[in-house]
C-alpha cells in the first residue's frame, strides 16, 4: 500500500546520493536523505497507528523527495521546499513529541534550501489571529462549514462576536413561537445531532414544568388542554419556570462558546510555539542568509500583538540569540546591488519602533534594526550616511511627538556606532604599520 504512493516504487536512496542538487555538498545531502528516511519511516509507522492523514502526508513526502533529488543539474526547485514545509507544519501540530524531534532535524537539514516562500509559510502562522477565526484559518477543514453557515445568518460585523451573539439570540427566542421555530429551522436542526440532542432536553423540560407528554412532532399532545385547565397563578408560575429553563439553557450555550474559543487560542499558540522552535533553528543555522531578515518584523509584530507573554519572551529570545550570532564579519551577507530589502525592512522596523508596546518590544526592535544595519554597512561601508539619516529621521518624529519610541533605539546604535569607530581605527593603523 505505501509503495503504491509512488510512481516506480519506494524512494532510490542510492540514487538520489548521486544526484547534483543546486546547494548542497555531498556532506549535507547524505544528511537530507538521512532526514528523509527517518521521516518516511516515522509517517509509515504513524499510518499503521492510526494517523488519518498519514497517507496523504507520505504522498507529498514523496513529492517533495522526487522534487529535491530529480536528476537536474540545477537548482532545486522552490516549490519543493513550499512542500516540505507544510509536512513540517502538519507533523508540527501533532501532539507526539517524536514527530517534533524529527521535525526538527529535518528542517535543520534543509533550512539552506528553503526558499522565501517556504519561509513565508511558516511566518503567516505568526500573523495569525489567535481566535477561533485564527484557527479555521490555520486549519482549514471542518470548522469552515460552520463558519459559512453563520456568516449566511448575519448581517455583518466581527465574525466571531457577532456570531455568539446571533446564536443565543435565536436559541433564547424559542418560547415566543415553539411550532414556527420548529417548521422553519427543522431543516437546518436535522443534521446536527447534538442539536437535536439539546432540542429534545429542552422539549422534556418543558413537558415536565407544563405536565404533558413531550411533544415528539406526530401531534399536538395535550398541552393546550393542561393550559387552559389553569388559574392565573398558576401560570405566572409557570412562565417564572420556563423562563429559567431558557436562562440556563442560554447559560450553558455560552459557556460552551466560551471552551470552544479557549481551546482555539489554545490550539493557535501552540502552532506558534512551534513555528518559533522552527525559526530558531533557521536563525542558527542560517543567520548570514539575506532572508533570514525576513523573520524580523513577523516576530516583532508577534512580540506586540500576543497575548501570550511566555509565546512574547520566546520571540524576543529569537531575535536576540540572531543579534549575538551577527558579531564582528559574521554578519548577514548583503549583495552592494541587492539591498533594497534590507532597506525596506529597516523602514519597517522604525515604524514598529514607534508603538507604544513593552519594553520588550522595544529592545527586540532595536535588535532587529541593528541587525539589518550590520548587513548593510558590511556590504557598503558608504551605507552609513543613510543609515544615520533613517536614525535621525526616527529621533525628529519622536522628538516632535509623532511616535513613542524608548530612548534604547537611540543608544544601542552609538553604541555599536562607537565600536565600529575603533575598529575603523584599529584597521587603519594596521594598514599604517604596514
Not at 414544568?209 to 412532532?217: E, N
Not at 523602514?347 to 548593510?376: F, I, N, T
Not at 543608544?411 to 575603523?424: H, I, K, P, T, Y
Request: aromatic letters at 6%; proline letters at 2%; charged letters at 25%.
Amino acid at each position: 500500500m505505501v509503495e503504491g504512493l509512488t510512481r516506480s516504487g519506494p524512494p532510490n536512496f542510492d540514487q538520489a546520493t548521486k544526484t547534483k542538487t543546486g546547494k548542497s555538498s555531498k556532506k549535507s545531502r547524505r544528511a537530507q536523505i538521512q532526514a528523509f528516511k527517518l521521516l518516511y519511516s516515522l509517517v509509515v509507522f504513524q499510518i499503521y497507528d492510526g494517523f488519518e492523514d498519514g497517507l496523504s502526508v507520505l504522498s507529498e513526502i514523496d513529492h517533495c523527495f522526487e522534487k529535491y533529488f530529480a536528476e537536474k543539474n540545477g537548482a532545486t526547485p522552490d516549490a519543493s521546499s513550499e512542500v516540505l514545509v507544510e509536512v513540517l507544519l502538519s507533523l508540527v501540530s501533532r501532539t507526539s513529541a517524536l514527530l517534533r524531534k524529527l521535525s526538527h532535524q529535518v528542517f535543520t537539514a534543509f533550512a539552506r534550501e528553503i526558499s522565501k516562500e517556504g519561509l513565508q509559510l511558516l511566518l503567516d502562522v505568526l500573523e495569525a489571529k489567535e481566535s477561533l477565526a485564527g484557527q479555521q484559518s490555520l486549519f482549514d477543514q471542518e470548522e469552515n462549514d460552520d463558519e459559512d453557515d453563520s456568516d449566511e445568518s448575519m448581517a455583518g460585523g466581527d465574525q466571531d462576536a457577532d456570531s455568539d451573539v446571533e446564536i443565543i439570540s435565536a436559541e433564547g427566542t424559542d418560547d415566543d413561537d415553539d411550532q414556527d421555530t420548529s417548521e422553519e429551522g427543522g431543516a437546518e436542526q436535522a443534521g446536527s445531532p447534538e442539536d437535536n440532542d439539546e432540542l429534545a432536553r429542552l422539549n422534556t423540560a418543558l413537558a415536565q414544568i407544563v405536565g404533558t407528554q413531550p411533544f415528539d412532532g406526530d401531534g399536538p399532545g395535550d398541552e393546550s388542554d393542561s393550559l387552559s385547565a389553569m388559574s392565573d397563578t398558576a401560570m405566572f408560575a409557570l412562565d417564572d419556570q420556563m423562563s429559567r429553563v431558557f436562562k440556563e439553557r442560554q447559560k450553558t450555550s455560552q459557556t460552551s462558546k466560551a471552551q470552544e474559543k479557549k481551546t482555539a487560542k489554545t490550539t493557535v499558540l501552540n502552532l506558534k510555539n512551534r513555528v518559533l522552535d522552527l525559526l530558531d533553528i533557521y536563525v542558527k543555522t542560517q543567520h548570514r542568509s539575506p532572508r533570514a531578515l525576513r523573520i524580523i518584523l513577523p516576530l516583532l509584530r508577534l512580540i506586540r500583538t500576543t497575548g501570550s507573554k511566555q509565546i512574547a519572551d520566546r520571540a524576543c529570545g529569537i531575535l536576540r540569540d540572531f543579534s549575538q550570532k551577527c558579531r564582528g564579519k559574521d554578519v548577514t551577507v548583503l549583495k552592494p546591488k541587492k539591498t533594497k530589502h534590507a532597506w525596506e525592512v529597516l523602514e519597517q522596523v522604525h515604524q514598529e519602533a514607534m508603538h507604544d508596546a513593552s519594553r520588550a518590544h522595544a529592545a527586540a526592535c532595536s535588535h532587529g534594526s541593528l541587525l539589518v544595519v550590520k548587513g548593510l554597512v558590511a556590504a557598503d561601508n558608504a551605507n552609513v550616511k543613510r543609515v544615520v539619516a533613517r536614525y535621525a529621521a526616527t529621533q525628529t518624529e519622536w522628538l516632535q511627538g509623532f511616535g513613542k519610541v524608548q530612548p534604547g533605539l537611540f543608544s544601542d546604535f552609538l553604541n555599536w556606532g562607537v565600536s565600529c569607530a575603533r575598529q575603523q581605527q584599529q584597521q587603519q593603523q594596521q594598514q599604517q604599520q604596514h
